[in-house]
């Protein structure tokens, strides 16, 4: 009966039209009311509780670095880089877009600032060589969203602080999986890329690598800052996150000279209001998040899944499946946060390690961002480039599958995921 309310109480409100943080309020009102436990001093107090968190503060930091990087030049460089290197092969446009979307992903976590960069930088340039309209708009809309999945990925902070989890192993566990899926675009743009005419841009002599590379330095050694601070405990990842912000914008002031400090209170702003929306997402569903606990709806889960505990690949399966069909409706933030205080009791009662389902989790929620119809990420490529929803969503369908594959090879093989993070954790 709990589940019930609980599922019909937010799907209600949110069929109704009322935006996803006052949808997570009214389910955790809702269960107070079933509960006979109304009290204002709960919400009041669990919306403070929610926001009054030193690792969230991690995501106001990295969003302002991510901002700052479009706005200050070190974007664009980025993709001068991964043109000069893999641009003049056959098909090499569509590298440079995995190339870019690997680099930008370790530096701002952003999908939607990642797939707006591609989106206005390389999809006029893959058109003008002759690059199919709908598998360009489909790979760039997929390769941006290796930027939830890996370090600095807010999601995987999200998901850390939901869960009790250290956020430091979740982005150590993170990396290698990232790269997988990058691999898998790779094989799905090869595969879909054999039969289109293309012309290749001119291949660049040696000096013009070296002055690409030059330029783009600076912006190229922040996710070996990120990686290097955080395996050697130089600096937690609200930290790094600090760090990240503060050395883009000096880059993009004093280095690349690009951002002027009359030009720092826009970002500042725009940043601010991306992280405002975030944080009180956060500060709502934490009312859900304690009620979810005190109506003991992880235990009335764990019942219902009790066919799958005794195989944890089988509990994965199903797990994941739920997760995928979610993602169809839901927006990554709010269903990381609506199903982590469900999802992480029954995985660590079945023994899974919580790091690992975390980081599948994770990539789960980041397919659900190509997926229609919500796919807020073929939004906004579809906006930048002015292509139909149609032609998005008919060009990312090989390369989803590609991702689909990778997470279940993930599944299937947990020490593709614990195993490199034990090594990097130094553990």
Not at 241 to 262: D, F, N, P, R
Not at 285 to 310: K, S, Y
Not at 359 to 371: D, H, R, S
Request: proline content about 6%.
């Amino acid at each position: 009966m709990t589940v019930t309310i609980f599922i019909t109480s937010l799907i209600g409100a949110m069929a109704l039209g009322m935006p996803i943080a006052f949808a997570l309020i009214f389910c955790g009102l809702c269960l107070m009311a079933h509960l006979d436990m109304m009290d204002a001093q709960i919400v009041a107090q669990n919306l403070i509780n929610g926001a009054d968190s030193f690792p969230l503060m991690a995501i106001p930091f990295f969003m302002l670095a991510g901002t700052t990087m479009n706005a200050g030049g070190l974007s664009k460089r980025i993709i001068k880089v991964a043109v000069t290197l893999v641009g003049h092969i056959p098909g090499g446009l569509g590298y440079v877009v995995i190339v870019a979307s690997c680099i930008l992903a370790s530096l701002s976590g952003s999908a939607a600032a990642d797939a707006a960069a591609m989106s206005a930088l390389l999809f006029p340039m893959m058109i003008k060589f002759g690059y199919d309209p709908k598998k360009s708009v489909g790979l760039i809309a997929s390769g941006s969203i290796i930027g939830p999945m890996v370090p600095p990925s807010p999601n995987l902070i999200l998901f850390g602080v939901t869960a009790g989890l250290s956020i430091t192993k979740l982005f150590l566990a993170a990396i290698v999986p990232g790269l997988m899926i990058a691999v898998g675009l790779t094989a799905a743009w090869w595969w879909v890329a054999r039969g289109q005419s293309v012309q290749t841009t001119k291949r660049a002599t040696k000096k013009e690598i070296l002055i690409a590379i030059r330029e783009g330095l600076w912006a190229l050694v922040m996710p070996a800052i990120i990686v290097f601070g955080l395996k050697f405990g130089i600096f937690t990842p609200t930290e790094a996150g600090a760090v990240c912000a503060i050395y883009a914008l000096l880059v993009s002031i004093y280095v690349y000279k690009e951002l002027k400090w009359s030009q720092v209170y826009s970002v500042l702003a725009q940043a601010g209001q991306t992280a405002a929306i975030v944080m009180f997402l956060v500060a709502a569903a934490m009312i859900g998040a304690w009620m979810i606990t005190i109506a003991e709806i992880p235990q009335e889960v764990i019942e219902m899944l009790r066919p799958f505990m005794g195989n944890k690949i089988m509990l994965m399966v199903a797990i994941m499946v739920v997760v995928v069909i979610v993602g169809t409706a839901l927006d990554m933030t709010p269903t990381i946060l609506i199903l982590t205080p469900v999802l992480v009791p029954v995985v660590i009662a079945a023994g899974i390690d919580p790091i690992y389902f975390g980081v599948l989790f994770v990539i789960n929620n980041a397919i659900g961002l190509v997926t229609p119809p919500v796919g807020t990420t073929l939004n906004v490529v579809c906006g930048v480039t002015g292509r139909s929803m149609d032609d998005a969503i008919v060009g990312v369908i090989p390369f989803m599958i590609a991702q689909l594959i990778v997470l279940a090879l993930l599944v299937i093989f947990p020490d593709l995921v614990l195993v490199p993070m034990r090594f990097l954790a130094g553990m």
